[in-house]
T-cell receptor, first 112, second 116 residues
Framework: QQQVKQSPQSLIVQKGGISIINCAYE??????FPWYQQFPGKGPALLIA?????SEKKEGRFTISFNKSAKQFSLHIMDSQPGDSATYFC???????????FGSGTKLNVKP | GAVVSQHPSWVICKSGTSVKIECRSL??????MFWYRQFPKQSLMLMAT?????????EQGVEKDKFLINHASLTLSTLTVTSAHPEDSSFYIC????????????FGPGTRLTVL
C-alpha cells in the first residue's frame, strides 16, 4: 500500500510560471512532511519541510501548503526557472529522525 | 551543513559476486541510518533501518540474507549486496538523521550498482 500519493507524474512550466505539485497521505501519525529535489545521478536534497501545526511555510520561491483535515500538502515553486528542472519528491514520516515514505516523484521541466 | 557520503559512487560487478557500499556521516554521529533503493525513473523505496550496535530492521519483502547491513560505528553503515544479480542493479541511497544542531535528515549522493 502506497503511503504517500503524488501528482502529477510530470509537469511542464514556462519560465517565470508557478509549478504546483500535490501529495496526499493516509497515516495520521505522520507529522513531518519534507520535499526533496533530485537531479539525475544525485541523491535527494531537502528543499523545505513542514509540520502539521502550521498550514503554510515559505522559503524563498518555495512554499508548502498543508491541509491537515484533507491529509494533503503541496509544493508551489514561484517564478520557476530552468535550473529548477529536476524530479521532486514529497515524503512523510513520524518525526524527521525516522524512515521516510516517499511519493512517486514529479519530473519538472521549466522551459526557457 | 551536515554531510553524508557514500563510497563508491558507482560500481560494476559480475553476477554472483558481492559488493559493499559504505555510508558515512562526516561531521555528526548517527545511531540510525536508512538504506533506500531507487530504480530508474522511480521513487526511493526504503530497504532497511541500520542501527548502531544492533541488528538492522528490514522492510517487508527485502531479503536480509542478501542485503547485509552492518552499522559498525556511529559514523559508518555498510550495505553488502551478496551474490548480486542483474536485477539488483539500482541506485542505492543512504540517509542519516542529525539529532544535533541541524535536526535534519541528510541523504548521501547515492551509489550506482550495475551487475553484469
Amino acid at each position: 500500500q502506497q503511503q504517500v500519493k503524488q501528482s502529477p507524474q510530470s509537469l511542464i512550466v514556462q519560465k517565470g510560471g508557478i509549478s504546483i505539485i500535490n501529495c496526499a497521505y493516509e497515516n495520521t501519525a505522520f507529522d513531518y512532511f519534507p520535499w526533496y529535489q533530485q537531479f539525475p545521478g544525485k541523491g535527494p536534497a531537502l528543499l523545505i519541510a513542514i509540520r502539521p501545526d502550521v498550514s503554510e511555510k515559505k522559503e524563498g520561491r518555495f512554499t508548502i501548503s498543508f491541509n491537515k483535515s484533507a491529509k494533503q500538502f503541496s509544493l508551489h515553486i514561484m517564478d520557476s526557472q530552468p535550473g529548477d528542472s529536476a524530479t521532486y519528491f514529497c515524503a512523510a514520516s513520524r518525526g524527521n529522525f525516522n524512515k521516510f515514505y516517499f511519493g512517486s516523484g514529479t519530473k519538472l521541466n521549466v522551459k526557457p | 551543513g551536515a554531510v553524508v557520503s557514500q563510497h563508491p559512487s558507482w560500481v560494476i560487478c559480475k553476477s554472483g559476486t558481492s559488493v559493499k557500499i559504505e555510508c558515512r556521516s562526516l561531521d555528526f554521529q548517527a545511531t540510525t541510518m536508512f538504506w533506500y533503493r531507487q530504480f530508474p525513473k522511480q521513487s526511493l523505496m526504503l530497504m532497511a533501518t541500520s542501527n548502531e550496535g544492533s541488528k538492522a530492521t528490514y522492510e517487508q519483502g527485502v531479503e536480509k540474507d542478501k542485503f547485509l547491513i552492518n552499522h559498525a560505528s556511529l559514523t559508518l553503515s555498510t550495505l553488502t549486496v551478496t551474490s548480486a544479480h542483474p536485477e539488483d542493479s539500482s541506485f542505492y541511497i543512504c540517509s542519516a538523521p542529525d539529532r544535533g544542531l541541524s535536526e535534519e535528515q541528510f541523504f548521501g549522493p547515492g551509489t550506482r550498482l550495475t551487475v553484469l
